[in-house]
């Protein structure tokens, strides 16, 4: 059965039969994740692949920075299938052009490339779990006080050298201003002395769904730690990669990086 849904942007949409329902919340968009909602019993894909669901029948998928095309649902109840997409709607993202740069700005000397690689490594194993905690359906906070000084999905052309896209939010502020937990969870890695992202600190909400907090000053709790919303867990910084002190933070649902700020409240002060 084939079911047309027109999505409402932060806002749940409701799309029932008899014995079924579909209800979905989130930004439709580049760097956007949804978090829906649909029967416990039934059996849901994204785009062809088996998704795991929570108890109450909660699951997520987002959509990359790059992503065009629809995502495919569909979902199978007591015999029955019911399929929709749900379109994305492209964004523009700021570019930067600075010349004039060492090259040790541009790029990484040989001698740290090792240390870049065990990093990566670190980061992957933090993002690899899957624990089923519903931690994800809280709404986030914002993790810190300040001005947004870096935006998800902005790229810089560094003496004519298009470098990969920012996927964080950047909050500037002091060094030593609190960094809390926009949800509850477990860290997975507490980490100091990374070469690009100085103390850095990742945190699990549940089924696949990561938040990464980098460039720290200090960090207030070690790997294994389950933290509360609103808990400290380090102290902006400027450690690492960082031009100023500075919180980059990041949300990733597995290998998908998200822009963090799509979860938050706007508050045009920044606190």
């Known amino acids: 059965m084939k079911l047309l849904i027109t999505f409402l942007i932060l806002s749940t949409s409701v799309f029932s039969s008899p014995g079924y329902f579909l ?3 989130g930004t439709p968009t ?4 949804i978090i829906a909602q649909t029967h416990p019993s039934a059996v849901v894909s994204v785009n062809g692949v088996k998704t795991e669901m929570t ?3 909660y699951f997520m998928f987002g959509f990359g920075r790059f992503d065009e095309n629809p995502i495919n649902l569909e979902i ?4 029955e299938k019911y399929t929709t997409t749900v379109p994305v709607t492209a964004r523009d993202f700021p570019t930067e052009v600075i010349n004039g740069l060492p090259d040790n700005k541009v790029n990484p000397p040989a001698e740290v490339l090792e240390q870049i690689k065990q990093d990566n490594i670190k980061v992957a194993k933090a993002r690899s779990f899957f624990d089923k905690r519903d931690d994800f359906l809280q709404s986030f906070i914002w993790p810190s006080n300040g001005r947004v000084s ?3 999905g902005s790229r810089r052309i560094l003496n004519g050298e298009p470098k990969r896209p920012h996927y964080g939010m950047d909050i500037a502020n002091k060094t030593g201003t609190d960094v ?6 477990i860290v997975r890695m507490s980490e100091t002395g990374m070469y690009y992202t100085g103390g850095t600190i990742i945190i699990d909400h549940g089924f696949g769904l990561t938040t990464t907090f980098m460039h720290l000053s200090k960090l207030t709790v070690e790997t294994g730690t389950q933290v509360k919303q ?10 690492g990669r960082a031009t100023g002190p500075h919180l980059d933070w990041r949300l990733n649902l597995g290998n998908i990086r998200l822009d963090p700020q799509l979860m938050i409240p706007d508050q045009s002060d920044g606190k």
């Open 55 to 57: 108890k109450d029948g």
């Open 76 to 79: 199978t109840l007591n015999g």
């Open 23 to 25: 209800n979905m919340k």
């Open 230 to 239: 609103g808990e400290k867990i380090g102290e902006i910084g400027m450690t």
């Open 180 to 185: 809390v937990s926009p949800a509850a969870g």
């Open 150 to 152: 870096g935006v998800y």
């Open 30 to 33: 580049q760097g956007g994740l």
